[in-house]
């Protein structure tokens, strides 16, 4: 096992001042989700985790694995878990007090269960239960502060999932496409005085989409190049009330696929958030942020551009040392390039969120909430109607013990979140 590993290369970093983290993270939700159909579903999962932490001068490296294991009671009494096993690390390196270099590398195998495929194909009308994929994403990001004001950064990003069965027998969903992604964003960060700021930063995203045989033959290739130029500005207006803006817009191109359904190749680009504080003590705290924007992405499902519009709101609070909570709501509807007639698909979507927090001792966290989201069609839509409901009450025991494998450094209690 992965875990097995880990601890062996502890052994030989213990002299250069490592550190090792055994953590766990065990949830119950019980709640509604629906696909195949409406139905109940009570989940228990269990996350044991292991983590190394190594510094070494302008060096600071981090590796964790971990293993989740869900099972479905209800309705599926006599199934057998869901194992998803997941690997990460990450590079941090400070060569001067002016640079800064971090690379991060995470994959994961396994089968992911419908919550976590539909956050990641939030347009997607009708997925399985569960399906095996194998996941591994990257991200290298590289900063220069030229001077007391200016800041250069290159960030580059790669990812790429695939579905490595034909579907559950447990609905009638095709098998997800497999997606490669590949991204630059260059950005300038120029300080205008210590109250504000503005970013100009450029992204360049490659999208690579391979549908499986029979599955959308119009789409069975797809290779997308997307160019998103913006400008972003910080404002402090007060000192409990900060403001930020972007404004930008989106060109996309076909570089294969003929048929793909990307709408117009000019989007805009435009956001608005404020956070503020709205009660600080030396030791509570509440703040909200509210705010409201576009973007675009491509939807590697259906193979079509989607230009969306965003609104959320949230509310987040602590009270005292031991206590916290914290509140969202979120809307979000497809706008522009409709759906072709007769299909039919997800394009409106509200979600909200609630938990509270209480913290036992330094490694223990329990959270007792609450998720819903419910989607509908295109707003336009004479068929507009919410449906596919999912409603779920979870309470989550979060654990974690550091144990020093050198004194070379002091160490620190932490939780894990």
Excluded: C
Excluded at 163 to 192: C, I, K, M, N, Y
Excluded at 272 to 279: A, D, E
Excluded at 311 to 324: I, T
């Amino acid at each position: 096992m992965v875990a097995g590993g880990l601890l062996a290369l502890s052994a030989l970093l213990a002299q250069a001042g490592a550190q090792i983290e055994a953590g766990a993270r065990i949830e119950t939700r019980v709640g509604e989700v629906p696909e195949p159909t409406e139905q109940t579903e009570v989940v228990v999962l269990a996350t044991p985790s292991l983590r190394l932490h190594w510094f070494a001068g302008v060096d600071d490296f981090q590796t964790e694995v971990a293993t989740r294991i869900l099972w479905r009671p209800v309705p599926l009494p006599r199934s057998r878990p869901l194992f998803l096993e997941t690997f990460g690390v990450t590079h941090t390196m400070r060569p001067t007090i002016r640079s800064q270099w971090h690379l991060g590398l995470r994959a994961s195998y396994g089968e992911q269960d419908y919550t976590s495929l539909s956050q990641q194909f939030a347009t997607q009308p009708t997925l399985p239960l569960s399906t095996t994929m194998f996941m591994i994403d990257g991200a290298a990001d590289t900063l220069w502060r030229s001077s007391r004001r200016t800041t250069l950064s290159l960030q580059l990003g790669a990812v790429h999932h695939r579905t490595l069965d034909t579907g559950s027998s447990e609905s009638t969903a095709p098998t997800l496409p497999t997606q490669t992604t590949v991204s630059a964003t260059p950005a300038l960060h120029f300080l205008l005085s210590s109250y504000s700021s503005v970013e100009v930063s450029a992204p360049v995203s490659d999208y690579e989409i391979q549908e499986p045989a029979g599955r959308l033959p119009q789409a069975r290739q797809l290779n997308v190049v997307s160019v998103q130029p913006q400008v972003s500005g910080l404002a402090q207006l007060t000192r409990d009330h900060q403001l930020h803006l972007i404004a930008g817009l989106t060109y996309v191109d076909v570089v294969r696929g003929s048929n793909a359904n990307l709408g117009y190749p000019v989007a805009p680009i435009a956001h608005v958030n404020l956070f503020s504080y709205l009660h600080r003590d030396h030791i509570s705290s509440v703040f909200s942020s509210v705010g409201a924007g576009t973007l675009w992405f491509l939807d590697p499902v259906l193979a079509r551009g989607v230009w969306r519009g965003i609104a959320q709101a949230r509310l987040d609070a602590q009270m005292g040392l031991r206590w916290s909570a914290g509140a969202g709501f979120t809307f979000a509807a497809d706008v522009l390039n409709p759906p072709a007639a007769g299909m039919d698909y997800d394009a409106t979507v509200v979600a909200a969120d609630s938990s509270v927090r209480y913290r036992w001792t330094n490694v223990i966290v329990a959270e007792l909430g609450g998720r819903f989201t419910e989607r509908a069609p295109y707003l336009s839509s004479s068929e507009f109607a919410w449906r596919r409901r999912e409603l779920w009450a979870f309470l989550t025991l979060y654990t974690a013990a550091r144990m020093p494998l050198s004194t070379s450094r002091p160490t620190k209690d932490i939780i894990g979140l």
